[in-house]
């Protein structure tokens, strides 16, 4: 098992850009805090703060249906909500648990900003996924597919401009 590149030209993150299909809306979890919720505002992002909605001190559960009831993917820290018990993936309206970098700003605005590249224009591909960013900067994306049932996992990490898979990673 090794990582396997795929190199990504500058046409084809023109593509992907071009394809604004439907932009991500974003629910901060209070994990992550209101600073992250300006950020992306401030960027020209559609983002919300569980606070705002009156869900602070709430159960995960209830701020996992408030994504859900919004079509807003999910950002936290919480790694509670890769528990498919309690969050079914047929029910995942999207999640990213960030790497917890609470003391490197520098860090989280990078991670941020590879978020908003990969996820932000495509919104329609991100329903039923849950993706883990660790704080080396391997992607663990989990896929719910519709038509088998089945979770997929798959591991990535970008390096400079490719984009590199972890062949081996199965389904679960």
């Known amino acids: ?3 396997k590149s795929f190199p990504i030209s500058k046409h084809e993150e023109a593509a992907i850009s071009a394809e604004r299909r439907k932009r991500a809306k974003f629910l901060v979890d209070e994990s992550v805090g209101p600073r992250v919720t300006k950020l992306l505002r401030d960027s020209g992002w559609n983002a919300t703060d569980i606070s705002e909605l009156g869900l602070q001190g709430h159960p995960d559960e209830n701020v996992f249906a408030a994504a859900k009831r919004l079509d807003r993917i999910l950002l936290t820290y919480d790694t509670d909500f890769l528990d498919d018990r309690r969050f079914p993936p047929r029910q995942n309206p999207g999640l990213v648990i960030l790497p917890n970098t609470h003391q490197d700003r520098r ?3 990078a991670v941020i ?6 996820i932000g224009n495509t919104r329609e591909l991100w329903h039923s996924t849950k993706i883990e960013i660790t704080s080396d900067g391997i992607w663990t994306v989990l896929t719910f597919e519709q038509w088998s049932g089945r979770v997929v996992r798959t591991r990535y990490r970008f390096v400079s401009r490719r984009l590199e898979v972890w062949d081996g990673v199965g389904q679960s």
């Open 107 to 109: 860090r989280l605005l």
């Open 113 to 118: 900003e590879r978020v908003l590249q990969v």
């Open 1 to 3: 098992m090794a990582w």
